[in-house]
Protein backbone atom coordinates (compact mmCIF):
# COMPACT_ATOMS: atom_id res chain seq x y z
CA UNK A 1 0.00 0.00 0.00
CA UNK A 2 1.31 3.38 -0.83
CA UNK A 3 -1.12 6.43 -0.14
CA UNK A 4 -0.61 10.43 -0.69
CA UNK A 5 -1.80 13.25 1.93
CA UNK A 6 -1.71 16.60 1.87
CA UNK A 7 -0.66 16.08 5.54
CA UNK A 8 -0.03 13.02 7.28
CA UNK A 9 -0.60 12.93 11.21
CA UNK A 10 0.92 10.92 13.58
CA UNK A 11 -1.23 10.47 16.72
CA UNK A 12 -5.02 9.94 17.72
CA UNK A 13 -4.91 11.46 20.96
CA UNK A 14 -5.98 14.80 22.03
CA UNK A 15 -3.48 16.39 20.26
CA UNK A 16 -3.36 14.59 16.67
CA UNK A 17 -7.51 15.42 17.20
CA UNK A 18 -6.79 18.99 17.32
CA UNK A 19 -4.36 18.74 14.97
CA UNK A 20 -7.20 17.61 12.76
CA UNK A 21 -10.36 19.34 13.90
CA UNK A 22 -8.68 22.74 12.98
CA UNK A 23 -7.08 20.85 9.24
CA UNK A 24 -10.70 20.05 8.69
CA UNK A 25 -12.03 23.72 9.42
CA UNK A 26 -9.74 24.69 6.98
CA UNK A 27 -10.84 22.37 4.17
CA UNK A 28 -7.01 20.75 4.46
CA UNK A 29 -7.30 17.15 3.38
CA UNK A 30 -5.06 14.68 5.79
CA UNK A 31 -4.48 11.05 6.92
CA UNK A 32 -4.33 10.46 10.35
CA UNK A 33 -2.34 7.16 11.74
CA UNK A 34 -2.81 5.28 15.19
CA UNK A 35 -1.45 2.47 16.34
CA UNK A 36 -4.33 2.01 18.74
CA UNK A 37 -7.67 0.17 17.98
CA UNK A 38 -9.36 3.65 19.09
CA UNK A 39 -8.53 7.18 19.18
CA UNK A 40 -7.56 8.83 22.61
CA UNK A 41 -6.48 5.53 24.17
CA UNK A 42 -5.08 6.79 27.31
CA UNK A 43 -8.03 8.70 27.97
CA UNK A 44 -10.66 5.64 26.98
CA UNK A 45 -8.33 3.00 28.20
CA UNK A 46 -5.58 3.43 30.64
CA UNK A 47 -6.83 6.15 33.09
CA UNK A 48 -8.10 5.44 36.53
CA UNK A 49 -12.77 5.95 36.91
CA UNK A 50 -11.55 8.82 39.52
CA UNK A 51 -10.00 10.86 36.65
CA UNK A 52 -10.83 14.60 36.21
CA UNK A 53 -9.58 17.27 34.42
CA UNK A 54 -7.67 19.62 36.72
CA UNK A 55 -8.20 22.89 35.04
CA UNK A 56 -11.09 24.69 33.89
CA UNK A 57 -12.88 23.02 31.01
CA UNK A 58 -12.30 26.20 28.93
CA UNK A 59 -8.58 25.74 28.77
CA UNK A 60 -9.07 22.21 28.13
CA UNK A 61 -11.34 22.10 24.95
CA UNK A 62 -10.06 21.37 21.36
CA UNK A 63 -10.17 23.84 18.27
CA UNK A 64 -13.71 25.07 17.10
CA UNK A 65 -15.87 23.40 19.43
CA UNK A 66 -16.30 24.30 23.26
CA UNK A 67 -16.88 22.23 26.25
CA UNK A 68 -20.86 22.52 26.58
CA UNK A 69 -21.53 25.47 29.41
CA UNK A 70 -23.80 23.12 31.46
CA UNK A 71 -20.95 20.22 32.24
CA UNK A 72 -19.04 20.92 35.22
CA UNK A 73 -16.34 22.94 35.34
CA UNK A 74 -13.55 20.54 36.34
CA UNK A 75 -15.09 17.66 33.86
CA UNK A 76 -14.54 13.94 34.92
CA UNK A 77 -12.80 11.23 32.77
CA UNK A 78 -16.41 10.47 31.18
CA UNK A 79 -17.91 13.52 30.23
CA UNK A 80 -14.44 14.80 28.44
CA UNK A 81 -14.40 11.17 26.49
CA UNK A 82 -18.24 12.37 25.39
CA UNK A 83 -16.39 15.27 24.29
CA UNK A 84 -13.85 13.61 22.26
CA UNK A 85 -16.59 12.01 20.59
CA UNK A 86 -18.39 14.29 19.69
CA UNK A 87 -15.24 16.19 18.11
CA UNK A 88 -14.64 13.52 15.91
CA UNK A 89 -17.80 12.81 14.79
CA UNK A 90 -18.53 16.86 14.43
CA UNK A 91 -15.45 16.98 12.06
CA UNK A 92 -16.00 13.43 10.20
CA UNK A 93 -12.27 13.01 11.81
CA UNK A 94 -11.58 8.70 10.37
CA UNK A 95 -8.17 7.76 12.02
CA UNK A 96 -6.61 4.89 10.28
CA UNK A 97 -5.98 2.17 13.53
CA UNK A 98 -3.17 0.16 14.23
CA UNK A 99 -0.93 1.63 12.44
CA UNK A 100 2.37 1.72 13.96
CA UNK A 101 4.74 4.18 12.33
CA UNK A 102 8.17 2.76 12.32
CA UNK A 103 10.09 5.73 10.48
CA UNK A 104 9.73 8.81 8.59
CA UNK A 105 12.12 10.96 6.57
CA UNK A 106 12.25 13.67 4.49
CA UNK A 107 13.31 13.19 0.66
CA UNK A 108 14.58 16.07 -0.97
CA UNK A 109 14.13 14.98 -4.48
CA UNK A 110 10.25 15.05 -4.16
CA UNK A 111 9.86 17.28 -1.13
CA UNK A 112 7.88 14.98 0.36
CA UNK A 113 7.44 13.06 3.80
CA UNK A 114 7.93 9.13 3.54
CA UNK A 115 6.40 7.49 6.10
CA UNK A 116 6.56 4.10 6.52
CA UNK A 117 4.17 2.37 9.28
CA UNK A 118 2.98 -1.33 10.42
CA UNK A 119 -0.48 -2.57 10.38
CA UNK A 120 -0.38 -4.29 14.12
CA UNK A 121 -4.48 -5.09 13.83
CA UNK A 122 -5.05 -7.65 16.45
CA UNK A 123 -3.72 -11.29 15.92
CA UNK A 124 -1.36 -10.06 13.52
CA UNK A 125 1.66 -9.64 16.14
CA UNK A 126 4.80 -7.52 14.82
CA UNK A 127 4.12 -9.39 11.58
CA UNK A 128 1.52 -7.40 9.70
CA UNK A 129 1.96 -5.99 6.66
CA UNK A 130 3.92 -2.94 5.99
CA UNK A 131 2.71 0.96 4.63
CA UNK A 132 3.71 3.96 2.42
CA UNK A 133 2.86 6.79 2.61
CA UNK A 134 3.71 10.40 1.80
CA UNK A 135 2.83 13.68 2.45
CA UNK A 136 3.60 17.39 1.99
CA UNK A 137 3.86 18.08 5.72
CA UNK A 138 4.06 15.54 8.87
CA UNK A 139 2.33 16.29 11.43
CA UNK A 140 3.73 14.80 15.06
CA UNK A 141 1.20 14.62 17.68
CA UNK A 142 2.07 11.67 19.89
CA UNK A 143 1.36 13.16 23.21
CA UNK A 144 3.63 13.63 26.14
CA UNK A 145 2.15 10.56 27.41
CA UNK A 146 2.87 7.94 25.36
CA UNK A 147 4.40 4.64 26.03
CA UNK A 148 4.58 3.47 29.97
CA UNK A 149 7.49 3.40 31.73
CA UNK A 150 8.58 0.92 34.51
CA UNK A 151 11.91 1.49 36.09
CA UNK A 152 13.95 -1.46 36.36
CA UNK A 153 13.93 -2.63 40.44
CA UNK A 154 16.52 -4.81 41.43
CA UNK A 155 14.70 -7.96 42.67
CA UNK A 156 11.39 -6.90 41.69
CA UNK A 157 11.07 -10.09 39.59
CA UNK A 158 11.14 -12.30 43.02
CA UNK A 159 7.74 -9.91 44.50
CA UNK A 160 5.08 -12.60 44.46
CA UNK A 161 2.17 -9.96 44.83
CA UNK A 162 1.07 -7.68 41.90
CA UNK A 163 2.74 -5.42 39.89
CA UNK A 164 0.94 -2.81 37.47
CA UNK A 165 1.46 0.33 35.76
CA UNK A 166 -1.00 3.92 36.79
CA UNK A 167 -2.21 2.84 33.10
CA UNK A 168 -3.70 0.00 34.29
CA UNK A 169 -5.34 0.62 37.43
CA UNK A 170 -8.95 1.56 37.47
CA UNK A 171 -9.74 1.70 41.20
CA UNK A 172 -9.27 0.17 44.44
CA UNK A 173 -11.78 -2.03 44.62
CA UNK A 174 -9.30 -5.22 44.35
CA UNK A 175 -7.10 -3.90 46.56
CA UNK A 176 -9.73 -3.53 50.34
CA UNK A 177 -7.75 -4.57 53.37
CA UNK A 178 -4.46 -5.39 51.38
CA UNK A 179 -1.27 -3.53 51.95
CA UNK A 180 -0.47 -1.52 48.48
CA UNK A 181 2.18 0.63 47.52
CA UNK A 182 2.47 3.68 44.91
CA UNK A 183 5.74 4.33 43.35
CA UNK A 184 5.67 7.73 41.75
CA UNK A 185 4.40 10.91 43.25
CA UNK A 186 3.33 12.84 40.13
CA UNK A 187 -0.50 14.02 39.34
CA UNK A 188 -1.51 10.33 38.89
CA UNK A 189 0.22 8.62 42.03
CA UNK A 190 -1.14 11.28 44.45
CA UNK A 191 -4.38 10.49 43.31
CA UNK A 192 -4.10 6.88 42.95
CA UNK A 193 -3.15 6.59 46.67
CA UNK A 194 -5.77 8.50 47.33
CA UNK A 195 -8.30 6.40 45.80
CA UNK A 196 -6.74 3.34 47.27
CA UNK A 197 -7.13 4.91 50.90
CA UNK A 198 -10.96 5.37 50.22
CA UNK A 199 -11.14 1.99 49.24
CA UNK A 200 -9.91 0.61 52.01
CA UNK A 201 -6.43 -0.31 51.23
CA UNK A 202 -3.30 0.16 53.67
CA UNK A 203 -1.39 2.87 51.58
CA UNK A 204 1.96 3.61 51.22
CA UNK A 205 3.54 6.52 48.41
CA UNK A 206 7.02 6.46 47.82
CA UNK A 207 8.33 10.34 47.04
CA UNK A 208 11.68 10.76 46.18
CA UNK A 209 11.93 14.75 44.91
CA UNK A 210 10.60 17.62 45.73
CA UNK A 211 6.89 18.60 45.61
CA UNK A 212 4.85 21.69 45.14
CA UNK A 213 1.17 21.11 46.14
CA UNK A 214 -1.33 23.51 44.75
CA UNK A 215 -5.33 23.62 44.83
CA UNK A 216 -7.04 23.86 41.40
CA UNK A 217 -8.30 27.60 42.67
CA UNK A 218 -4.94 28.43 42.60
CA UNK A 219 -3.77 27.54 39.43
CA UNK A 220 -6.68 29.51 38.24
CA UNK A 221 -5.19 32.68 39.99
CA UNK A 222 -1.95 32.72 38.03
CA UNK A 223 -2.94 33.96 34.15
CA UNK A 224 -4.99 36.76 35.90
CA UNK A 225 -2.62 37.66 38.36
CA UNK A 226 -0.25 37.34 34.96
CA UNK A 227 -1.70 40.54 33.62
CA UNK A 228 -0.79 42.57 36.43
CA UNK A 229 2.25 41.52 37.61
CA UNK A 230 5.68 39.80 37.00
CA UNK A 231 6.06 36.07 36.56
CA UNK A 232 8.35 35.76 40.05
CA UNK A 233 6.09 38.02 42.13
CA UNK A 234 2.91 35.32 40.77
CA UNK A 235 5.04 32.37 41.42
CA UNK A 236 5.93 33.43 44.47
CA UNK A 237 2.49 34.26 46.04
CA UNK A 238 1.33 30.73 44.99
CA UNK A 239 4.16 29.35 46.65
CA UNK A 240 2.87 31.28 49.89
CA UNK A 241 -0.52 30.67 49.34
CA UNK A 242 0.44 26.86 48.98
CA UNK A 243 1.96 27.07 52.58
CA UNK A 244 -0.58 28.79 54.19
CA UNK A 245 -2.88 25.77 52.80
CA UNK A 246 -0.80 22.38 53.05
CA UNK A 247 1.44 23.83 55.83
CA UNK A 248 5.40 22.10 56.25
CA UNK A 249 4.35 18.82 54.49
CA UNK A 250 7.86 17.80 54.85
CA UNK A 251 7.35 16.98 58.29
CA UNK A 252 5.93 13.96 56.36
CA UNK A 253 8.75 12.92 54.62
CA UNK A 254 7.73 14.86 51.66
CA UNK A 255 11.13 16.71 50.79
CA UNK A 256 10.37 20.49 50.65
CA UNK A 257 10.66 22.30 46.85
CA UNK A 258 13.04 25.11 46.82
CA UNK A 259 11.87 26.45 43.62
CA UNK A 260 8.49 27.37 42.66
CA UNK A 261 5.77 24.70 40.79
CA UNK A 262 6.06 26.91 37.30
CA UNK A 263 9.98 27.29 37.26
CA UNK A 264 10.05 23.48 37.70
CA UNK A 265 7.50 22.73 35.07
CA UNK A 266 9.85 25.00 32.54
CA UNK A 267 13.06 23.61 33.48
CA UNK A 268 12.57 19.98 34.64
CA UNK A 269 8.75 19.02 33.06
CA UNK A 270 8.01 18.33 36.70
CA UNK A 271 3.78 19.68 37.03
CA UNK A 272 2.40 21.02 40.02
CA UNK A 273 0.98 18.32 42.49
CA UNK A 274 -2.65 19.57 42.10
CA UNK A 275 -4.06 17.93 45.80
CA UNK A 276 -7.63 17.10 45.65
CA UNK A 277 -7.70 15.22 49.09
CA UNK A 278 -4.54 13.03 49.27
CA UNK A 279 -2.66 15.78 51.43
CA UNK A 280 -5.22 15.17 54.45
CA UNK A 281 -4.94 11.64 54.02
CA UNK A 282 -1.37 12.20 54.27
CA UNK A 283 -1.68 13.97 57.60
CA UNK A 284 -4.10 12.03 59.30
CA UNK A 285 -1.81 8.96 58.73
CA UNK A 286 -3.92 7.21 56.11
CA UNK A 287 -1.54 7.40 53.62
CA UNK A 288 2.02 6.64 54.76
CA UNK A 289 5.65 8.77 52.76
CA UNK A 290 8.37 6.50 52.28
CA UNK A 291 11.93 7.31 50.60
CA UNK A 292 13.17 5.94 47.41
CA UNK A 293 13.08 1.94 46.65
CA UNK A 294 16.53 0.23 47.12
CA UNK A 295 15.64 -3.30 46.87
CA UNK A 296 12.44 -6.04 46.69
CA UNK A 297 13.39 -9.51 48.75
CA UNK A 298 10.29 -11.63 48.06
CA UNK A 299 6.97 -9.58 48.76
CA UNK A 300 9.61 -7.59 50.99
CA UNK A 301 10.48 -3.98 49.67
CA UNK A 302 13.75 -2.66 51.14
CA UNK A 303 13.79 1.33 51.13
CA UNK A 304 16.81 3.56 50.54
CA UNK A 305 17.07 4.73 54.70
CA UNK A 306 17.05 1.15 55.87
CA UNK A 307 13.57 0.63 56.65
CA UNK A 308 11.66 -2.21 55.12
CA UNK A 309 8.14 -3.78 54.59
CA UNK A 310 6.24 -6.36 53.21
CA UNK A 311 3.35 -5.15 50.58
CA UNK A 312 0.21 -7.19 48.65
CA UNK A 313 0.86 -4.91 45.24
CA UNK A 314 2.99 -2.40 43.77
CA UNK A 315 1.18 0.32 41.32
CA UNK A 316 4.29 2.19 39.32
CA UNK A 317 3.01 5.99 38.47
CA UNK A 318 6.37 6.26 37.04
CA UNK A 319 5.29 8.41 33.74
CA UNK A 320 5.94 7.99 30.15
CA UNK A 321 8.89 7.50 27.74
CA UNK A 322 8.32 8.84 24.17
CA UNK A 323 10.26 6.98 21.28
CA UNK A 324 9.62 9.58 18.39
CA UNK A 325 12.83 10.14 17.73
CA UNK A 326 13.15 6.45 17.21
CA UNK A 327 11.01 6.73 13.94
CA UNK A 328 11.61 10.11 13.33
CA UNK A 329 14.59 9.85 11.04
CA UNK A 330 15.93 13.67 10.56
CA UNK A 331 19.21 15.79 11.43
CA UNK A 332 19.41 16.41 14.60
CA UNK A 333 19.85 19.86 13.61
CA UNK A 334 17.02 19.87 11.67
CA UNK A 335 14.96 18.17 14.46
CA UNK A 336 12.67 19.87 16.76
CA UNK A 337 12.66 17.70 19.81
CA UNK A 338 15.17 16.84 22.01
CA UNK A 339 16.07 13.14 23.12
CA UNK A 340 13.05 12.81 25.19
CA UNK A 341 10.89 13.76 22.75
CA UNK A 342 9.65 17.23 23.71
CA UNK A 343 10.53 20.57 21.54
CA UNK A 344 13.78 21.85 22.51
CA UNK A 345 13.88 24.99 24.42
CA UNK A 346 15.95 26.71 21.75
CA UNK A 347 12.98 26.40 19.10
CA UNK A 348 11.29 29.86 18.58
CA UNK A 349 7.86 28.63 18.08
CA UNK A 350 7.41 25.35 19.49
CA UNK A 351 5.29 24.03 16.58
CA UNK A 352 7.26 24.39 13.42
CA UNK A 353 10.17 22.98 11.95
CA UNK A 354 11.78 22.35 8.61
CA UNK A 355 10.89 20.80 5.49
CA UNK A 356 7.45 20.73 6.63
CA UNK A 357 7.52 19.60 10.02
CA UNK A 358 5.10 20.43 12.63
CA UNK A 359 4.82 19.35 16.38
CA UNK A 360 1.18 19.63 18.24
CA UNK A 361 1.15 18.74 21.97
CA UNK A 362 4.70 18.40 23.02
CA UNK A 363 6.32 21.46 24.31
CA UNK A 364 4.08 20.92 27.93
CA UNK A 365 1.55 23.62 28.04
CA UNK A 366 -1.16 21.17 28.17
CA UNK A 367 -4.41 20.94 26.29
CA UNK A 368 -4.78 23.96 26.15
CA UNK A 369 -0.94 24.43 24.27
CA UNK A 370 -1.70 21.51 22.05
CA UNK A 371 -4.84 23.75 20.68
CA UNK A 372 -3.17 26.80 20.36
CA UNK A 373 -0.09 24.55 18.79
CA UNK A 374 -2.70 22.94 15.73
CA UNK A 375 -4.78 26.20 14.68
CA UNK A 376 -0.68 27.30 14.15
CA UNK A 377 -0.13 24.25 12.36
CA UNK A 378 -3.16 24.05 10.22
CA UNK A 379 -3.48 28.27 9.43
CA UNK A 380 0.53 27.83 8.54
CA UNK A 381 -0.05 24.90 6.23
CA UNK A 382 -3.06 26.71 4.56
CA UNK A 383 -0.91 29.67 3.91
CA UNK A 384 1.84 27.67 2.07
CA UNK A 385 -0.88 25.55 0.00
Known sequence: MNKEAEVIIVGGGPSGIAAAGALSSLSIPFLLLERSDCFAPLWQRHSYDRLHIHLPKHTCQLPHMAIPDDWPKYPPKSLFVQYLHRYVSHFRIEPLYNRSVESARYDDASGRWRVVARDVSAGRGGEGAVEE??????????????????????????????????????????????????????????????????????????????????????????????????????????MIASRLWFGDMSKFGIPKAEEGPFTMKMKYGKYPLVDVGTCEKIRSGEIQVLPAVKCVKGNEVVFEDGRSDSFDAIVFATGFKRPTKQWLKVKEEDCLLNDDGIVKPSCPNKWKGKNGLYCVGLSRRGFLGAALDAQSVANDIKELL
Open 133 to 238: YSARFLVVATGESCDAFMPEVEGLGSFGGKVMHSTEYKNGKEFVKKKVLVVGSGNSGMEIALDLADHGAVTSIVVRSPVNFVTREMLNWVVPLLKYLPFNWVERLT
